[in-house]
């Protein structure tokens, strides 16, 4: 989920080719297809047709055809796309040709799990610094880096360069964290934190929000129940089943959202 755009933004100039204007969606699905091309090519292939690009990245044909149109990428007929080329094409548009710095601020459990995930330096990413504002967490060691008091964050993040936050912190916090990241020139921002930040025009931010994906989940699993006549378990239980899995008990009002 993104809360900002910034709608002043260009493409590289001189000999780098500008960025295309890419639909959010677009933007969206480029890293699963990076993930699958990246599959194909550790497993030796060097051509790969839309049709099975496409089944790898979990999406229809036409929609993988249209979006690599966005990029200039057509592919060839009776050959398909090339895969090292294909990589390095949506590695460029999404700025994976150099390795961005990441600050975390937040090493709870969550924040710990994340400063010990191996997957971003593979990404394209290295997470080059640890905050908290838990003086029994900080100078604590976690994958090699020293959790720092986030008072820091300022001296830090110019040394580092750092280029993306990441907020891991309670969600009272998260704003005033937010405000840290963009007083010292973060300017994209991944909020674990179950709340929404206000930030200024410019900045991105991304919201993960593990309760919510759950919720929806759990609205498709009401939904099935609903459509095979299968009654609902827990408080929901004896509700009438309307259109679209929505519920309601006699001439009561529909439980909605």
Known sequence: MSQHRDPGASGHTGAVPALPDLPEATVARLPEYLRALHNLAETG???????????????????????????????TRGVGYDVALLIDHIEYVLGLTQRRAVALVG????????????????????????????????????????????DDLATIAAQEAIAIGVIATPAPAAQSVADRLVAVGVTSILNFAPCVLSVPVGVDVRKVDLAIELQILSFHEHRKASLTGIPASGPAAGLTALPGGLAATGTQEAVGT
């Open 107 to 150: 090493v709870g459990n969550l924040g710990h799990a994340l400063a010990g995930y191996a997957g971003f330096a593979s990404r394209g990413f290295r997470i080059a610094a640890l905050f908290d504002a838990d003086e029994s967490r900080v100078g604590e060691e976690i994958n090699g880096l020293v959790v720092r008091h986030i």
């Open 45 to 75: 292939n060097d051509t790969v047709s839309s049709e099975a690009l496409a089944t790898a990245a979990g999406v229809n044909s036409a929609k993988l055809r249209k979006d690599l149109s966005h990029l200039g990428s057509y592919g």
